[in-house]
């Protein structure tokens, strides 16, 4: 089939589609079957890589190639697949817990190499598919089925780590945002190198309402930062808030108007940035102190792992010759059992 014929239906697979009714998952299903067929690709290049929990049942729903793979290990299981076959377009599907709990290590390292995936974390702050524990996201003091009194761990930011890790492409959205998130998938599908996507997502049964404080429409343009690469980070209702970097390198929120204060005082973003500390310090914003922010981050150059490897994989064929397989076996010392 030409990729340019495609439509969402063509993405849709047969399975019946079981989240609970109003769950977040949903909306980002939906974006992710609208925008596909908008990158030109075949479906026959395309795969979905899912760990456990209730985002990895993502795969079944596309009709596209996918794997459902161990909890944690969706990164490490990616990483063979991209290896192994460059051509594809390979989408790893993660949640909090699956991709910074127990899948920690993995995220980092695929996000330190640069392999051109594309990860997808739905944060729903909390353990959904084992019904209401905490997550490694879940806010301080969060009550749960497994911190009856409050957790007294500070919650991880995925975006700080992902930017710590050196991923070239992080972004941020929220599950019923569809034309920010329809715009962050499309760039990172063009990025060559790792995108991290953070993709705030409610769960109506375990954590109902986790984002609705920055996410409601009533309240959305005061607390919510969208990002514009070259553009000042300006925000509210009025258009009259702003952010503004400190001598000693912190970030402040300004009004414009007041103190002297003009848009000429207002931080401009640059996603370009090849320094990452601006980026990390918007990593670490979040509601009431100041807006939250959403769209990309950072999206810088840097070559793939993959070509890397080949290149460096060319260079030693070229130089020794291919391998042979059969002489390895019997090279050195040899036994027989």
Same mark, same amino acid.
């Not at 495609?6 to 949903?26: H, I, N």
């Not at 456990?52 to 729903?61: A, D, E, K, N, T």
């Not at 918007?282 to 950072?298: A, H, I, K, W």
């Given at each position: 089939?030409?990729?340019?014929t495609?439509?969402?239906?063509?993405?849709?697979?047969?399975?019946?589609?079981?989240?609970?009714?109003?769950?977040?998952?949903?909306a980002?299903?939906?974006?992710v079957q609208k925008?596909?067929?908008t990158?030109?690709?075949p479906r026959?290049?395309?795969?979905?890589?899912?760990?456990?929990?209730?985002?990895?049942?993502?795969?079944?729903?596309m009709?596209?190639?996918?794997?459902?793979?161990?909890?944690?290990?969706?990164?490490?299981?990616?990483s063979?697949?991209?290896?192994?076959n460059?051509?594809?377009?390979?989408?790893?599907?993660?949640?909090?817990?699956?991709g +910074?709990?127990? /899948?920690?290590?993995?995220m @980092?390292h695929i996000?330190?190499?640069?392999? !051109?995936?594309?990860?997808? &974390?739905?944060?729903?702050?909390?353990?959904?598919?084992?019904?209401?524990?905490?997550?490694?996201?879940?806010?301080f003091?969060k009550?749960?089925?497994?911190?009856?009194?409050?957790?007294?761990?500070h919650p991880?930011?995925?975006?700080?780590?992902?930017?710590a890790a050196e991923a070239?492409?992080?972004?941020?959205?929220?599950?019923?945002?569809a034309?920010?998130?329809?715009?962050?998938?499309?760039?990172?599908?063009?990025?060559?190198?790792?995108?991290?996507?953070?993709?705030?997502?409610?769960c109506?049964? +375990?954590?109902? /309402?986790a984002?609705?404080? @920055?996410?409601?429409k009533?309240?959305?343009? !005061?607390?919510?930062?969208? &990002?514009?690469?070259?553009?000042?980070?300006?925000?509210?209702?009025?258009r009259?808030k702003?952010?503004?970097?400190?001598?000693?390198?912190?970030?402040?929120?300004?009004?414009?108007?007041?103190?002297?204060?003009?848009?000429?005082?207002?931080?401009?973003?640059?996603?370009?940035?090849?320094?990452?500390?601006?980026?990390?310090l918007?990593?670490?914003?979040?509601?009431?102190?100041?807006?939250?922010?959403?769209?990309?981050?950072?999206c810088?150059?840097k070559?793939?792992?993959?070509?890397?490897?080949?290149?460096?994989?060319?260079?030693?064929?070229?130089?020794?010759?291919?391998?042979?397989?059969?002489?390895?076996f019997?090279?050195g010392?040899?036994?027989?059992?």
């Open positions: 089939m030409n990729p340019t495609l439509t969402k239906a063509d993405f849709m697979s047969d399975q019946e589609v079981r989240w609970c009714p109003g769950c977040g998952d949903y980002i299903l939906s974006q925008t596909l067929p990158l030109g690709i026959e290049n395309v795969v979905f890589i899912s760990g456990i929990g209730c985002s990895s049942r993502f795969p079944y729903y009709n596209t190639y996918g794997m459902h793979t161990i909890h944690g290990r969706a990164p490490a299981i990616a063979g697949v991209k290896i192994c460059p051509q594809l377009s390979v989408w790893v599907i993660t949640g909090d817990g699956d +910074f709990s127990i /899948g920690g290590n993995h @980092i996000l330190r190499r640069n392999l !051109d995936v594309n990860i997808i &974390l739905f944060n729903n702050r909390i353990y959904g598919l084992t019904k209401g524990q905490y997550s490694p996201t879940s806010e003091h009550k749960t089925k497994s911190s009856p009194f409050g957790t007294v761990e991880i930011h995925p975006l700080s780590v992902a930017i070239t492409f992080v972004a941020r959205a929220f599950d019923t945002d034309k920010n998130l329809s715009y962050i998938l499309k760039r990172a599908h063009e990025h060559k190198g790792v995108s991290f996507i953070e993709v705030y997502q409610n109506n049964i +375990f954590n109902d /309402g984002y609705r404080h @920055i996410t409601e009533t309240v959305r343009a !005061d607390r919510i930062l969208y &990002l514009e690469h070259g553009k000042p980070m300006i925000f509210g209702k009025e009259n702003g952010l503004r970097l400190r001598p000693d390198a912190s970030l402040e929120v300004v009004t414009i108007g007041e103190n002297g204060i003009t848009e000429n005082d207002i931080l401009v973003h640059d996603e370009t940035r090849k320094e990452a500390s601006i980026a990390f918007l990593s670490q914003l979040d509601y009431p102190e100041f807006p939250v922010p959403m769209g990309v981050f950072r810088i150059q070559t793939p792992y993959e070509e890397l490897l080949e290149d460096q994989i060319t260079a030693c064929q070229e130089k020794f010759g291919k391998g042979d397989l059969e002489k390895l019997h090279s010392d040899t036994w027989t059992v």
